[in-house]
T-cell receptor, first 114, second 112 residues
Framework: DVKVTQSSRYLVKRTGEKVFLECVQD?????MFWYRQDPGLGLRLIYF???????EKGDIPEGYSVSREKKERFSLILESASTNQTSMYLC?????????????FGPGTRLTVT | DQQVKQNSPSLSVQEGRISILNCDYT??????FLWYKKYPAEGPTFLIS?????DKNEDGRFTVFLNKSAKHLSLHIVPSQPGDSAVYFC???????????FGTGTSLTVIP
């Protein structure tokens, strides 16, 4: 069974704090993704990575950065949290190539920035 | 601008009847489509997919139909069961490798 775990289910941070969201997958997947889910907007891609140390911007990368030092771990960093970054953050992973495009998601981290 | 749209935020269906969830997209270059199901407090889970070279894919109670000329896909669930109550997202693969565009979701309630 593929497992994607996220470091926290709920997180409350103050405006201006640096925030780290960690994601780990145990299936040796090449691709990893960070999304945020907001009411009425669905899932929007922040960043994705198709290999260690490689990253690509998604649709809404502003205010975020990522790090992938090991294949199984993909971190999302909010350099200076703002209230408009209050959201549900979802990490996902998938196999590389064209074998399958199915993404496996973690349970999500609900981040509140006050 | 939303490239994948699910215009019905919610849908209620009686148990045993058919549920039809709809999804429209704007980019004719999308070549692969997936449906995910999401329960509260859980991440989305993959349900069924379809390549743009097909117009139908079936898996048990779930069937996805693709109409490329209309840029429309639909998910049929027959018969609907109370355990199907969840939020359903459609997603489309862009022409930039592994980037996917998700719709806004439709909340399905199956009434026993």
């Amino acid at each position: 069974d593929v497992k994607v775990t996220q470091s926290s289910r709920y997180l409350v941070k103050r405006t201006g704090e640096k925030v780290f969201l960690e994601c780990v997958q145990d299936m040796d997947h090449e691709n990893m993704f960070w999304y945020r889910q907001d009411p009425g907007l669905g899932l929007r891609l922040i960043y994705f990575s198709y290999d260690v140390k490689m990253k690509e911007k998604g649709d809404i990368p502003e205010g975020y950065s990522v790090s992938r030092e090991k294949k199984e771990r993909f971190s999302l960093i909010l350099e200076s949290a703002s209230t408009n970054q209050t959201s549900m953050y979802l990490c996902a992973s998938s196999l590389g190539g064209t074998i399958s495009y199915e993404q496996y998601f973690g349970p999500g981290t609900r981040l509140t920035v006050t | 601008d939303q490239q994948v749209k699910q215009n019905s935020p919610s849908l209620s269906v009686q148990e045993g009847r058919i549920s039809i969830l709809n999804c429209d997209y704007t980019n004719s270059m999308f070549d692969y489509f997936l449906w995910y199901k999401k329960y509260p407090a859980e991440g989305p889970t993959f349900l069924i997919s379809i390549s743009s070279i097909k117009d139908k894919n079936e898996d048990g109670r779930f069937t996805v139909f693709l109409n490329k000329s209309a840029k429309h896909l639909s998910l049929h669930i027959v018969p609907s069961q109370p355990g199907d109550s969840a939020v359903y997202f459609c997603a489309a693969r862009g022409n930039q490798g592994n980037q996917f565009y998700f719709g806004t979701g439709t909340s399905l309630t199956v009434i026993p």
